[in-house]
């Protein structure tokens, strides 16, 4: 069966443009969450939603925002962006409570 | 945030048990520990995860103290491919909160020939 599928893997982006990413989780789950990944700060959580709700918000600025769709597809937001912004976005999936998650292999988002 | 203490690196001999300490002395009761791992620039891989029994499946075996204040992910055979970044995480479940994982910054495996 398919896996978490992110779009695009790769992206170049100037200092104040804003930016949509994808997320499309594995069919059947409902829960999707966003982590943020860089060298300095490691894996960060973003937000969580489920049943397109938003269920809980890592300790992120308000350019940062996202969004679930009826079919569990999920999109990020990242506006006004900054160079600090760089890093690994990862969308992660999971059918609800005692399940592991499923992580995408992540877009590459690069701020110049 | 991170709730979890991991040594920064390890490595093993191809063949042999790797064996990944992970202390995780503020865990409350119904809190579960989840192993990821991270391979190069790929998303995290799940592992395996436990409550307070020890686990097992085709990967690894998760081996959690009985005061569950710390765990060992067994890796029995390791190979080559296995190299990656190891996370120990504690899975926070409050409510209706279905599971924010909280990083830390995981121990580097590196098993060699």
């Known amino acids: 069966k398919a896996g978490v599928t992110q779009t695009p893997r790769y992206l170049i982006k100037t200092r104040g443009q804003q930016v949509t990413l994808s997320c499309s989780p594995i069919?059947?789950?409902?829960?999707v969450s966003w982590y943020q990944q860089t060298p300095g700060q490691g894996l960060q959580f973003l937000f969580e939603?489920?049943?397109?709700?938003?269920?809980n918000k890592g300790n992120f600025p308000g350019r940062f925002s996202g969004r679930q769709f009826s079919n569990s597809r999920s999109e990020m937001n990242v506006s006004t962006l900054e160079l600090g912004d760089s890093a690994l976005y990862l969308c992660?999936?999971?059918?609800?409570?005692?399940?592991?998650?499923?992580f995408g292999s992540g877009t590459r988002l690069t701020v110049v | 945030d991170a709730k979890t203490t991991q040594p920064p690196s390890m490595d093993c001999a191809e063949g042999r048990a790797a064996n990944l300490p992970c202390n995780h002395s503020?865990?409350?009761?119904?809190?579960?520990v989840y192993w990821y791992r991270q391979i190069h620039s790929q998303g995290p891989q799940y592992i395996i995860h436990?409550?307070?029994n020890n686990e097992t499946n085709e990967m690894a075996s998760l081996i959690i103290t009985e005061d569950r204040k710390s765990s060992t992910l067994i890796l029995p055979h390791a190979t080559l491919r296995d190299t990656a970044v190891y996370y120990c995480?504690?899975?926070?479940?409050?409510?209706?909160?279905?599971?924010?994982?909280?990083f830390g910054r995981g121990t580097q495996l590196t098993v060699w020939p």
């Open positions: 992660a999936s999971t059918p609800g409570t005692n399940y592991g998650y499923t």
């Open positions: 069919s059947g789950h409902r829960s």
């Open positions: 939603y489920f049943s397109e709700t938003q269920r």
């Open positions: 503020t865990i409350s009761g119904n809190e579960y």
């Open positions: 436990g409550l307070k």
């Open positions: 995480i504690v899975r926070v479940d409050r409510g209706s909160t279905l599971g924010r994982l909280y």
